[in-house]
């Protein structure tokens, strides 16, 4: 109980658990009760106090000084009494900071925790990069492939299509699936199956192939490792060795590309067409980057390469990576073997030879000496200009097989501006004015 200046008149409390800490509390009346308070507090009290004049005040949180401990947080309200005096009520909080202590170690262990178990998962991951075998992680159930090393990626380049995304048993020959399938059943078994020499798709040398088992939460998963260099080379023929090596120095430039048309591998010929300087900078690209007057030329020749089979002498341009174009003629094919599709491109600059080639321009525009001065110039423009836009018309739908929708798209054109354009020049019969209505 305070006087109206603040100053202690009477002190009592109902709790056991207080007893030992205040006490001393008799030692406090005639006190001003905010140097009872800890530092900390004396605003608090001295909003309390003036609520209080006002009506009851809302609760706050001080410090109390304890005559014979340290100092007790309470809960503290205050109200108006009788004859000027002001009660001031305070519950223990105690309790509720001891808790709240506890909390606060218990976060701080937690956070040390989580830090020591990042720091082991950055050196597992560094020393898994690192590691100089291919290893890589399959899902147990589907064996899709989860994670992989960057010796892994390197051993698995020449493979079509990411092999992050692929399934173990893409990255084997058909013929060695049994015996993956009695590895990887032998590792569900005891835990852990020893090396068995295995053949990787599309490659002619084998592999010593072990794995693991690996347990995370609720999924079971296969550590793979491929030690490449512990099994004997498969020789090519004398032959066959030679050819290869010609196709290293072939003046044509030479790709392989997967079925979605990113670069696998690539000789130093077409490296120079394309201005790169490593085939580290042409794989994983798409060929339409370099290849085709438009990317969309590349989905076309690929279409054809599924549906009808080797193209031969197709004449296009060749973008470099420095900005430079050059006329070339591209042959292709599908590469034969199990698996996902593959194709091969051999690919020849004719620059030269076409720009000394006068016999493919337009009739109106190679006899232009004869007609200057007796045709005005802008009909001269108009039947130049017609020529060679049924001319790259005809080409666009050679080049497509007859598709319209892939021709019109190759000349930038909607599919209504084509119809019209068929039907102006007389290309492709009854059947376009048919399309078009």
């Known amino acids: 109980m305070l006087g109206d200046t603040g100053m202690i008149e009477d002190v009592a409390f109902g709790s056991s658990e207080l007893a030992p800490a205040l006490a001393g509390m008799r030692g406090w009346v005639g006190r001003d009760w905010a140097e009872t308070l800890n530092d900390d507090s004396h605003a608090k009290a001295r909003e309390l106090l003036a609520d209080a004049t006002r009506g009851p005040s809302r609760a706050r949180h001080v410090n109390q000084l304890a005559p014979n401990g340290p100092q007790v947080p309470l809960l503290c309200t205050a109200a108006a009494g009788g004859n000027g005096h002001i009660l001031v009520f305070g519950r223990d909080l105690r309790a509720v900071s001891a808790l709240q202590q506890q909390l606060m170690e218990a976060l701080q262990a937690v956070e040390r925790d989580y830090g020591r178990l990042r720091q082991m998962e950055t050196r597992y991951r560094v020393l898994f990069q690192m590691s100089a075998e291919p290893v890589l992680l399959a899902e147990a159930s589907t064996l899709r492939i989860t994670e992989t090393n960057l010796a892994a990626d390197r051993a698995l380049a020449l493979l079509a299509g990411p092999t992050s995304s692929r399934n173990l048993t893409d990255l084997f020959a058909p013929t060695a699936e049994p015996r993956l399938q009695s590895l990887l059943s032998q590792a569900r078994a005891a835990g852990r199956a020893e090396d068995v020499p295995l053949r990787l798709a599309g490659g002619v040398r084998e592999v010593l192939v072990s794995a693991s088992l690996l347990r995370y939460e609720d999924k079971t998963f296969f550590m793979v490792r491929l030690a490449g260099g512990e099994a004997p080379d498969i020789r090519l023929p004398e032959g066959q060795s030679k050819l290869a090596a ?48 438009q990317e969309v030329e590349l989905e076309v020749l690929i279409a054809n390469l599924r549906m009808r089979g080797p193209v031969r002498l197709l004449q296009t341009m060749l973008r470099g990576a420095l900005g430079s174009e050059s006329q070339v003629e591209v042959s292709a094919a599908e590469l034969p073997g199990a698996g996902q599709a593959s194709y091969g491109f051999a690919i020849r600059d004719v620059g030269p030879r076409i720009g000394g080639n006068t016999a493919t321009i337009p009739a109106p525009v190679a006899n232009l000496n004869e007609l200057v001065g007796r045709v005005p110039l802008r009909e001269l423009v108009r039947d130049a200009t017609d020529v060679i836009e049924k001319l790259a018309i005809e080409a666009a739908l050679e080049l497509s097989s007859d598709n319209r ?21 007389n290309i492709g019969g009854p059947d376009a004015a048919e399309d078009a209505g």
Do not use: C, I, W
Request: aromatic share 8%; hydrophobic share 45%.
């Open 405 to 425: 929708a892939l021709a019109a798209e190759m000349l930038g054109l909607s599919r209504q501006s084509l119809y019209v354009k068929l039907r102006r020049f």
């Open 246 to 293: 010609f196709l290293q120095v072939s003046p044509d430039g030479l790709v392989v590309t997967g079925g979605d048309g990113r670069v696998l591998a690539t000789n130093p010929a077409f490296l120079t067409l394309a201005e790169l300087g490593s085939p580290a900078q042409a794989q994983g690209e798409l060929l339409g980057r370099f290849l085709g007057r």
